[in-house]
Protein backbone atom coordinates (compact mmCIF):
# COMPACT_ATOMS: atom_id res chain seq x y z
CA UNK A 1 0.00 0.00 0.00
CA UNK A 2 1.43 3.53 -0.71
CA UNK A 3 1.48 6.26 1.65
CA UNK A 4 -1.34 8.78 0.88
CA UNK A 5 -0.40 11.83 -0.72
CA UNK A 6 -0.37 15.17 1.65
CA UNK A 7 -1.49 18.47 -0.21
CA UNK A 8 0.02 21.48 1.50
CA UNK A 9 -1.19 24.64 0.03
CA UNK A 10 1.99 26.68 1.73
CA UNK A 11 4.99 24.86 3.10
CA UNK A 12 5.95 27.53 4.98
CA UNK A 13 2.32 27.39 6.71
CA UNK A 14 2.75 25.41 10.24
CA UNK A 15 -0.58 25.49 12.24
CA UNK A 16 -0.40 26.43 15.74
CA UNK A 17 -0.37 23.16 18.17
CA UNK A 18 -3.52 24.40 20.93
CA UNK A 19 -3.87 22.26 24.25
CA UNK A 20 -8.01 21.97 24.90
CA UNK A 21 -9.50 22.19 28.32
CA UNK A 22 -10.89 18.09 29.22
CA UNK A 23 -14.38 19.76 28.26
CA UNK A 24 -13.01 20.80 24.90
CA UNK A 25 -11.33 17.53 24.39
CA UNK A 26 -14.23 15.39 25.19
CA UNK A 27 -16.17 17.18 22.49
CA UNK A 28 -13.23 16.60 19.83
CA UNK A 29 -12.95 12.98 20.68
CA UNK A 30 -16.34 12.58 20.47
CA UNK A 31 -17.14 14.62 17.10
CA UNK A 32 -13.86 13.91 14.98
CA UNK A 33 -11.52 10.68 14.36
CA UNK A 34 -8.28 10.79 15.95
CA UNK A 35 -5.52 10.40 13.63
CA UNK A 36 -2.44 8.27 14.83
CA UNK A 37 0.98 7.02 13.82
CA UNK A 38 1.91 3.57 14.63
CA UNK A 39 5.58 1.64 13.92
CA UNK A 40 5.78 -1.90 15.08
CA UNK A 41 9.95 -2.49 15.62
CA UNK A 42 9.97 -6.08 13.48
CA UNK A 43 13.19 -8.07 12.76
CA UNK A 44 12.82 -10.16 9.41
CA UNK A 45 15.74 -12.26 9.62
CA UNK A 46 13.58 -14.24 12.69
CA UNK A 47 9.87 -13.40 11.77
CA UNK A 48 8.76 -11.54 14.93
CA UNK A 49 7.67 -8.17 16.25
CA UNK A 50 8.98 -6.33 19.41
CA UNK A 51 5.55 -5.28 21.51
CA UNK A 52 5.54 -3.17 24.66
CA UNK A 53 3.22 -3.46 27.04
CA UNK A 54 0.56 -0.86 27.22
CA UNK A 55 -0.38 0.35 30.76
CA UNK A 56 -3.09 2.94 29.98
CA UNK A 57 -6.72 2.51 27.88
CA UNK A 58 -7.40 2.01 25.21
CA UNK A 59 -4.92 -0.02 24.35
CA UNK A 60 -3.84 -1.92 26.96
CA UNK A 61 -1.57 -4.67 26.53
CA UNK A 62 0.48 -5.84 24.21
CA UNK A 63 1.12 -3.09 21.21
CA UNK A 64 3.58 -1.47 19.02
CA UNK A 65 4.80 2.30 19.32
CA UNK A 66 2.89 5.34 18.38
CA UNK A 67 0.54 8.49 19.37
CA UNK A 68 -1.55 11.54 18.04
CA UNK A 69 -0.66 12.96 14.74
CA UNK A 70 0.01 16.64 15.32
CA UNK A 71 -1.96 19.64 12.63
CA UNK A 72 -0.28 20.18 9.52
CA UNK A 73 2.58 17.04 10.30
CA UNK A 74 3.24 14.72 7.99
CA UNK A 75 2.65 10.59 8.79
CA UNK A 76 6.29 10.15 8.55
CA UNK A 77 7.36 13.31 10.44
CA UNK A 78 4.69 12.39 13.17
CA UNK A 79 6.11 8.90 12.98
CA UNK A 80 9.41 9.95 13.80
CA UNK A 81 8.45 12.29 16.28
CA UNK A 82 5.85 9.77 17.92
CA UNK A 83 9.24 7.10 17.86
CA UNK A 84 11.31 9.36 19.53
CA UNK A 85 8.98 10.62 22.84
CA UNK A 86 8.42 6.75 23.25
CA UNK A 87 11.94 5.08 22.79
CA UNK A 88 14.26 7.97 22.87
CA UNK A 89 15.78 7.28 19.91
CA UNK A 90 15.95 9.55 16.82
CA UNK A 91 15.32 7.84 13.28
CA UNK A 92 15.28 8.86 9.80
CA UNK A 93 12.07 9.34 7.85
CA UNK A 94 13.43 6.73 5.80
CA UNK A 95 13.75 3.95 8.03
CA UNK A 96 10.12 3.92 8.87
CA UNK A 97 8.41 1.89 5.82
CA UNK A 98 4.73 2.64 5.63
CA UNK A 99 2.64 -0.97 5.75
CA UNK A 100 -0.91 -0.28 6.01
CA UNK A 101 -3.52 1.93 8.06
CA UNK A 102 -6.57 0.94 10.41
CA UNK A 103 -9.08 2.43 12.25
CA UNK A 104 -9.99 1.13 15.60
CA UNK A 105 -13.54 2.90 17.46
CA UNK A 106 -12.53 2.14 21.35
CA UNK A 107 -15.66 1.73 23.94
CA UNK A 108 -13.10 3.73 26.91
CA UNK A 109 -9.89 5.93 26.98
CA UNK A 110 -7.72 7.02 29.84
CA UNK A 111 -8.27 10.21 30.35
CA UNK A 112 -11.71 11.68 32.19
CA UNK A 113 -14.84 11.29 31.03
CA UNK A 114 -13.39 7.48 30.49
CA UNK A 115 -16.83 6.35 28.88
CA UNK A 116 -16.81 8.77 25.99
CA UNK A 117 -13.93 6.60 24.46
CA UNK A 118 -12.35 7.30 20.43
CA UNK A 119 -12.77 6.84 17.01
CA UNK A 120 -8.84 6.66 15.95
CA UNK A 121 -7.28 6.56 11.88
CA UNK A 122 -3.60 5.00 12.18
CA UNK A 123 -0.51 5.24 9.94
CA UNK A 124 1.03 1.78 10.54
CA UNK A 125 5.09 1.78 9.87
CA UNK A 126 7.36 -1.01 10.33
CA UNK A 127 11.31 -0.39 10.93
CA UNK A 128 13.74 -2.55 12.31
CA UNK A 129 16.63 -1.70 14.81
CA UNK A 130 20.39 -2.81 14.98
CA UNK A 131 21.03 -4.38 17.95
CA UNK A 132 22.55 -1.30 19.65
CA UNK A 133 19.39 1.22 19.01
CA UNK A 134 17.20 -1.91 20.14
CA UNK A 135 18.93 -1.85 23.71
CA UNK A 136 18.83 1.92 23.48
CA UNK A 137 14.56 1.63 22.89
CA UNK A 138 14.82 -0.68 25.76
CA UNK A 139 15.87 1.35 27.92
CA UNK A 140 13.89 4.30 26.60
CA UNK A 141 10.85 3.18 27.28
CA UNK A 142 8.37 5.76 28.10
CA UNK A 143 7.52 5.08 31.39
CA UNK A 144 3.87 6.85 31.88
CA UNK A 145 2.08 4.66 28.85
CA UNK A 146 4.08 1.67 29.28
CA UNK A 147 4.32 -1.67 32.00
CA UNK A 148 7.14 -0.48 34.22
CA UNK A 149 9.78 -3.53 33.24
CA UNK A 150 8.60 -5.21 30.47
CA UNK A 151 10.45 -3.05 27.53
CA UNK A 152 10.62 -4.53 24.43
CA UNK A 153 10.10 -8.35 24.25
CA UNK A 154 10.14 -10.35 20.90
CA UNK A 155 7.28 -12.31 19.81
CA UNK A 156 6.31 -14.77 17.03
CA UNK A 157 3.08 -15.26 15.42
CA UNK A 158 2.63 -18.20 17.59
CA UNK A 159 4.07 -16.39 20.12
CA UNK A 160 1.21 -12.98 19.65
CA UNK A 161 -1.54 -15.76 19.18
CA UNK A 162 -0.87 -17.26 22.55
CA UNK A 163 -0.59 -13.82 24.35
CA UNK A 164 -4.24 -13.48 23.09
CA UNK A 165 -2.84 -9.92 21.04
CA UNK A 166 -5.36 -7.73 19.44
CA UNK A 167 -6.22 -9.22 15.85
CA UNK A 168 -5.21 -6.15 14.34
CA UNK A 169 -1.74 -6.77 15.53
CA UNK A 170 -1.89 -10.52 13.65
CA UNK A 171 -3.18 -8.99 10.41
CA UNK A 172 -0.26 -7.27 10.21
CA UNK A 173 2.26 -9.63 10.97
CA UNK A 174 0.92 -11.59 7.99
CA UNK A 175 1.09 -8.60 5.43
CA UNK A 176 4.43 -7.93 6.59
CA UNK A 177 5.38 -11.89 6.47
CA UNK A 178 3.19 -13.07 3.93
CA UNK A 179 5.02 -16.69 4.08
Known sequence: MNMP???VEDQK???????LSDEA???AITG????????VIIN????????AKRAIKPMQGLWWIGGR???SESAHASMQRCFKRETGLHLQYGRFTFVDMAEYVWKDRQQEPQYAGSHNLCHTFAVELTDEEL????????KQEYEAGFGLQEFGRADMV???VHQVILDLYDKIFPY
Open 69 to 71: RLP
Open 5 to 7: KMY
Open 135 to 142: AQAKQGME
Open 13 to 19: HRMERKF
Open 25 to 27: YEQ
Open 162 to 164: HSK
Open 44 to 51: RERDTFYL
Open 32 to 39: MIIVCTDA
